[in-house]
């Protein structure tokens, strides 16, 4: 993987992977300082909901430009989206410039991760892409562990603005590696047909939750029809992006990419709203802010390396105990709350939460390749992902609006972070009770009618 003939693309594809989950990881601890700036609190979702809506989109476009026009230049536009949203970012002068920013950075990364994979089919013989796929995996684990402080120190000491215009050039250094590699790599002779308007089914899917969010940030009567309306283009969205029982978790593929949502949503709903609740309570830095979240990458870590070394232990025994595992970090990050604990509780409990997302994201991942049939893996794997990034959407959304609430006056600040730990433990609950069902196999007859329905 690191020989004369693969060295310069391996660095190159790592740096980009790793910069790109830096900036994942980095923004929760930056945000606070960025919205009180920009004098943004009450909208404080929007950044986190817009890069994972805008993501959505992404993600179908660039399977769609990497099928029609080939993996150059997929990359070549979703690393250029991605920079741009990155000094947009980092020069903007207001919240609505800001999160049109996030956005455009969104887009820019759901590409990126479609592309990376395209390019690692093309430029690396079978017998090498498992190690590097352990390696795009590794890329993930030192952002998580030092992206939170690292972020804060940048935020104290240089501004949070340097958090998005520090990696401009460092991305430049990653795809200027690449390049080479990728002329060799001409566009695809033939592409399929059933990809064509995928990415329009997923802007409008982005639409429903965008609406859906800005009906909670009204609070009014409008908000009803807006919610509405919101909700109808969402079912519709995801409807051809996802196999159909998803919402159900109807046993099969269903609860397996179901579960993905659950996991997620509940995970990072949290996630984002742990450094401002820090702040805003106990009056964190921004680098003490953070703390918790490396705690939360250190337990991923950890239960990630525990499970590879029991490949005896089933796979749904292990999912349920994830969710279990993340149910108790979260119901136990409500003593953020308390005046007299100062916060210091949640260093401890958001571990704990990440050792439950250890245990169930690679679980999901091996249940996604034992229940995809050959021939639907790939629209499987983007279902997989699409779930992933909706339900954080959501779930951060929702967040945002308690945030909203809050900041109106029309909850306190502590009942808001209290009724999202509720809600978000609620979705871990629920997927522990539903595990099992991401382990079972439907019927031949009703498979079949499965993939009619999802074909449909």
């Known amino acids: 993987m690191f020989g004369r003939a693969h060295r310069l693309t391996t660095a190159g594809l790592l740096?980009?992977?790793?910069?790109?989950a830096f900036e994942s990881m980095a923004v929760?601890?930056?945000m606070p300082t960025a919205v009180a700036e920009l004098d943004g609190l009450a909208w404080y979702g929007w950044p986190f909901s817009a890069y994972l809506v805008?993501?959505?989109?992404?993600?179908?476009?660039?399977?769609?430009?990497?099928?029609?026009?080939?993996s150059r230049v997929a990359l070549l536009v979703g690393v250029a989206l991605f920079a741009a949203g990155l000094l947009l970012g980092g020069l903007a002068g207001s919240m609505a410039w800001f999160v049109a920013a996030r956005a455009v950075q969104g887009v820019g990364a759901g590409i990126i991760s479609v592309a990376l994979y395209v390019v690692a089919g093309q430029a690396y013989e079978p017998a090498l892409r498992p190690k590097l796929f352990a390696a795009f995996s590794?890329?993930?684990?030192?952002?998580?562990?030092?992206?939170?402080?690292?972020?804060?120190?940048i935020t104290t000491h240089a501004g949070?603005?340097?958090?998005?215009?520090?990696?401009?050039p460092l991305i430049a250094v990653g795809l200027g590696l690449i390049l080479p590699a990728l002329r060799r790599f001409g566009a695809p002779t033939a592409a399929p047909e059933g990809a064509r308007h995928r990415h329009w089914w997923a802007l409008l899917a982005g639409l429903g939750i965008a609406a859906l969010q800005y009906a909670g940030q009204r609070l009014d009567l409008l908000a009803v029809a807006v919610a509405a309306g919101g909700l109808a283009a969402l079912v519709a969205g995801l409807r051809p992006l996802v196999p159909a029982g998803t919402v159900r978790l109807r046993p099969g593929l269903p609860a397996v990419v179901g579960g993905r949502g659950l996991l997620a949503g509940a995970f990072f709903g949290m996630d984002v709203l742990l450094p401002l609740t820090l702040t805003e309570l106990h009056g964190y830095?921004?680098?003490a802010?953070?703390?918790?979240?490396?705690a939360g990458a250190l337990g991923w870590a950890l239960a990630s390396q525990l499970q590879s070394r029991r490949p005896d232990v089933p796979r749904v025994?292990?999912?349920?105990?994830?969710?279990?595992?993340?149910?108790?970090?979260?119901?136990?990050?409500?003593?953020?709350?308390?005046?007299?604990?100062?916060?210091?509780?949640?260093?401890?409990?958001?571990?704990?939460a990440g050792l439950g997302m250890g245990l169930g994201m690679p679980s999901l991942s091996v249940l996604l390749l034992d229940q995809s049939p050959e021939e639907r893996r790939g629209a499987d794997s983007a279902a997989f992902q699409i779930a992933d990034v909706t339900a954080s959407a959501l779930a951060i959304g929702t967040t945002g609006v308690l945030v909203a609430a809050g900041v109106a006056g029309v909850l306190s600040f502590e009942a808001a972070v209290l009724t999202a730990v509720a809600v978000l433990t609620l979705l871990a609950a629920l997927g522990a009770a539903a595990a099992p069902r991401a382990g079972s196999r439907p019927a031949p007859e009703a498979r079949d009618t499965a993939t009619t329905l999802a074909a449909t």
């Open 15 to 20: 740096m980009l992977v790793t910069f790109v």
């Open 28 to 30: 929760a601890t930056a």
């Open 54 to 70: 805008a993501s959505v989109v992404g993600m179908v476009a660039g399977g769609d430009v990497g099928d029609r026009r080939g």
């Open 138 to 153: 590794a890329a993930w684990v030192l952002p998580a562990l030092v992206g939170p402080l690292l972020a804060g120190l």
């Open 160 to 168: 949070w603005r340097w958090v998005f215009l520090g990696l401009l």
């Open 285 to 287: 830095t921004p680098t």
């Open 289 to 294: 802010a953070g703390v918790p979240l490396t």
């Open 317 to 352: 025994r292990i999912l349920r105990a994830g969710f279990a595992l993340l149910a108790v970090g979260l119901a136990t990050s409500a003593l953020v709350t308390v005046p007299a604990l100062h916060g210091w509780p949640v260093y401890l409990t958001w571990a704990v």
